[in-house]
């Protein structure tokens, strides 16, 4: 390599450290000022006991971005992640309280439940050439359906079984624990299952060679593929973490809610999504980091349970959103035109 070429490897390093720099800057900052506002609003908003509600419902939201993270990085789009975090909560409640399959075992099983429809994802994706868009859109309606075929649409309880089951105290008890509050504050464990698994993937995404990867392939696939990367098996790695991340987002929810709907997930879309672009992650793939995406989880989190607070009403919630993610796309697209003209 040349100077000029080191120079300009240079250049471009430094200036994305810019951009980055700049974005999780705008993203810290509205965070911050969204806080204060409720505060100065309602005053009684700032409690610890507040913080810990945000925090937990920060916390599906948080560890299904994760997964779509990896997928929007490598180049790609995952829309069904909601249905598979339905089809997983669903699957797990008629295996334990309606098939008497102990929930030890029951878990595990609605992980792979996740893990294989990932796995199909991947191999529709990479196989037969299908646009992510597409395939991932078809699965989620796919998905919804086999969840109200396998809950023949019927709402379940383990505290309260249906007539004629029994479900062993010390396994409600543990499945309720991996949720439970704790503290003085009342911090839900699913706060720390959330930080535990953002560092994995954070180590995943940013200090290892699968991670190094998956930005090369959805940076530049064409070059990927003339550098012989395994452009194919990253991919299906990475619809397969999504998809698995998405059981665990659902088991956990259904630990602390303790109750499964037959269209449980499906909400998620949306915020999830926003979530991962207001983070700063890439529609062209190549971007995405693992602090950005807990913080665009962390701020529709705010956003959510401060105007839920102030009860404006569900359109002003919905109006929020949608702004906030048309104005990350915007950013993202216009930061990105200027790289564009850096380059030239």
């Known amino acids: 390599m040349t100077s000029a070429d080191q120079s300009q ?7 994305a ?20 506002v409720f505060i100065a609003i309602n ?12 925090l937990r419902s920060m916390s599906s939201v948080a560890i299904m971005a994760l997964g779509l993270t990896l997928v929007i990085v490598v180049g790609e789009i995952d829309l069904s992640f909601g249905a598979t975090y339905g089809l997983a909560v669903n699957g797990l409640a008629v295996m334990w309280i309606f098939g008497g399959i102990p929930v030890y075992l029951a878990i595990p099983l609605a992980i792979l439940i996740g893990t294989a429809v990932g796995l199909f994802n991947g191999l529709l994706v990479t196989s037969l050439r299908i646009p992510s868009f597409i395939v991932t859109l078809g699965s989620y309606n796919l998905l919804y359906g086999i969840s109200l075929w396998v809950s023949n649409t019927a709402t379940f ?13 010390e396994q409600i008890d543990f499945f309720i624990g991996l949720t439970q509050s ?3 504050f009342r911090l839900s464990l699913e706060v720390v299952w959330m930080i535990g698994i953002a560092l994995v993937v954070a180590f995943l995404l940013h200090r290892s060679l699968f991670g190094f990867r998956l930005m090369a392939i959805g ?3 064409r070059a990927a593929e003339l550098a012989r990367l395994p452009v194919r098996k990253y991919k299906i790695l990475a619809f397969v973490l999504c998809g698995t991340l998405a059981a665990i987002a659902g088991i ?14 499906l909400s998620y879309t949306f915020p999830v999504f926003a979530a991962v672009i207001i983070g700063g992650a890439s529609l062209s793939g ?11 989880a962390l701020l529709l989190a705010e956003l959510q349970l401060g105007l839920s607070i102030l009860s404006p009403g569900p359109h002003v919630q919905q109006i929020f959103l949608g702004a906030v993610t048309i104005g990350a796309v915007a950013l993202d697209l216009g930061l990105t035109q200027i790289r564009k003209r850096r380059a030239a």
């Open 182 to 184: 704790v503290g003085s």
């Open 43 to 54: 005053p009684n908003v700032a409690n610890l006991n507040m913080g810990a509600s945000v």
């Open 252 to 265: 956990l929810d259904f630990s602390f809610i303790q109750t499964s709907q037959p269209n449980t997930g």
């Open 286 to 296: 190549g971007k995405g980091t693992v602090i950005g995406t807990l913080g665009g």
């Open 157 to 169: 309880n383990p505290v309260y079984p249906p007539p004629g089951t029994t479900i062993p105290k």
């Open 17 to 36: 450290g810019i951009d980055l720099a700049l974005r999780m800057g705008g993203l810290l900052a509205a965070i911050i000022v969204v806080a204060l």
């Open 219 to 221: 940076g530049n696939p």
């Open 9 to 15: 490897a240079r250049g471009s390093a430094a200036n």
